[in-house]
């Protein structure tokens, strides 16, 4: 079982930047994955990014390559998005996803564990 505990949302201008947290507690291996996916109101929730945490391959949506980067801390089970150039068209539910074993690591339907979300508002 796992459990993940978001942090680090809130209000920046845009062309700003904010850093997201995501530390996992409970039953964790060596070969899960973690990502992050967002939903704005009135949209589907999309795939941001996700890293495979021991080889540390990184995916990107081409939306935010380029301007956010995700990096892991192993020792303490954090995964971190940096978001940089930040614009409107960010603003929204930031939510934290991991699982084992995962495949697709683009695809919200492949992780079953999913932290609380936390808002993310850029103002022009």
């Known amino acids: 079982q796992v459990q993940l505990v978001e942090s680090g949302g809130g209000l920046v201008q845009a062309g700003g930047s904010l850093r997201l947290s995501c530390a996992a507690s409970?039953?964790?291996?060596?070969?899960?994955?973690m990502g992050w996916f967002r939903q704005a109101p009135g949209l589907e929730r999309e795939f941001v990014a996700a890293i495979r945490w021991t080889s540390g391959t990184t995916y990107y949506a081409d939306s935010v390559k380029g301007r956010f980067a995700i990096s892991r801390d192993n020792a303490k089970n954090t995964v971190y998005l940096l978001m940089n150039s930040l614009k409107p068209e960010d603003t929204a539910v930031y939510y934290c996803?991991?699982?084992?074993?995962?495949?697709?690591?683009?695809?919200?339907?492949?992780?079953?564990?999913w932290g609380q979300g936390t808002q993310v508002t850029v103002s022009s």
């Open positions: 996803a991991a699982g084992f074993g995962i495949v697709l690591v683009t695809t919200n339907d492949e992780y079953p564990y």
């Open positions: 409970g039953r964790t291996f060596s070969g899960y994955a």
